[in-house]
């Protein structure tokens, strides 16, 4: 058996609300990859590129998908996970860590997927470990006002959300009054403050010990991931339990910055390790040295989010995870929409992802790719 076709289908996903990594002219415009073994068992998995959060576009995704990613896996034994892992790590070279991780990872979660429907097994029986879930999400607070959150924190409970993430970064003191507000209008909820890198050193130690006084569980990201003293003095300083996202690509990138002491935790995306397996042992290594992990994604539409909930499932997220898919996304290309009662989300069961593709759906969301000359 051989892997024959590699299709990749860009689509855009319509959304509601506002979010600042997104433009709602556009959508959420996200790469679909199909891989068909020459039996015609078919694979399916996505790439989340989002240039307003990463250097990776949707141009520059399908680019090198099309190009160097694809051609790595054609003609390979679909059940050989171990040697395709392999053919796309020496597809392209990488930088500081793996490269293009966002565009690898759509095909790499295609692969399993396939692995999956070809042995009639799930992603968690692949992997040797149970099913696991449900999953809680948890809100992604937008507002750019204290009335405006409380709005958003109501409209979010009357949705069933119980738990709560913030994007902070940007204002120190509207960053410390949202915060404050929302943890007065949700007292029992877990509440995660995101900083996206958006700190200087000394905001970021002035921030921790103030949003930590309000009731914060948890801040992500308060620096640039190459700031490796400043998140060293923020552990040291341990007014709040710090991760990292976008610095964390590789199991090598987690490894390291354990061992530099910059971190407590770090938060997963399937989409920013380059796919399912760099996550597993991200996980794994952080679980390992005794820290704990968050979930998070990209605005993940139906296929990708399939693929976190199988992953955060599979190794018993304890913490609301920060899928926001459901949030925002007001379209799906699956026969079956996934299972999701407010802010539970059922881990699909099934071979694979669990999931089947509608192409009707497919072709109502179909984009273009415009490359400027």
Do not use: C
């Amino acid at each position: 058996m051989r892997i024959e076709r590699v299709e990749l289908f860009p689509l855009s996903y319509p959304f509601a609300g506002n979010w600042k990594f997104l433009e709602a002219s556009a959508g959420h415009r996200v790469i679909l990859v199909k891989v068909m073994a020459d039996e015609g068992t078919v694979g399916w998995g996505q790439s989340l590129p989002v240039p307003k959060w990463s250097y990776e576009t949707l141009e520059t995704a399908y680019v090198v998908l099309r190009k160097y990613f694809a051609p790595a896996v054609l003609g390979q034994d679909p059940l050989d996970l171990e040697n395709l892992q392999r053919a796309l790590d020496g597809a392209l070279a990488p930088g500081f860590s793996t490269g293009m991780p966002l565009a690898r990872a759509g095909l790499e979660i295609a692969l399993w997927d396939l692995a999956g429907r070809l042995t009639n097994q799930s992603l968690a029986e692949l992997w040797g470990r149970p099913r696991g879930g449900p999953i809680t999400l948890s809100w992604t607070v937008t507002a750019r006002s204290l009335d405006e959150a409380e709005a958003e924190i109501a409209a979010a409970q009357t949705r069933g959300y119980r738990n709560f993430n913030l994007k902070v970064g940007s204002s120190p003191a509207f960053d410390v009054a949202l915060a404050a507000h929302v943890r007065r209008l949700a007292p029992g909820s877990f509440l995660w403050a995101d900083a996206n890198g958006g700190y200087d050193v000394a905001t970021a130690l002035e921030v921790a010990t103030k949003l930590a006084d309000t009731g914060v569980d948890v801040l992500e990201a308060p620096l640039r991931p190459n700031r490796i003293s400043g998140y060293q003095a923020l552990k040291r300083q341990a007014a709040l339990p710090i991760t990292m996202d976008e610095g964390l690509i590789s199991p090598v990138d987690v490894e390291e910055f354990i061992r530099l002491g910059m971190i407590d935790g770090v938060t997963i995306k399937p989409s920013r390790a380059g796919g399912l397996a760099s996550a597993r042992r991200q996980i794994e290594i952080a679980l390992d040295a005794g820290l704990f992990f968050l979930g998070s994604g990209l605005t993940d539409p139906d296929i990708a989010l399939a693929a976190s909930l199988a992953l955060f499932g599979s190794y018993g997220l304890a913490r609301p995870a920060a899928l926001n898919g459901p949030q925002f996304l007001t379209a799906d290309i699956l026969a079956e929409p996934l299972r999701i009662s407010g802010d539970i989300a059922n881990v699909p069961s099934g071979p694979g992802l669990g999931i089947q593709v509608d192409e009707t759906k497919l072709q109502r969301l179909l984009t273009t790719i415009t490359f400027d000359q």
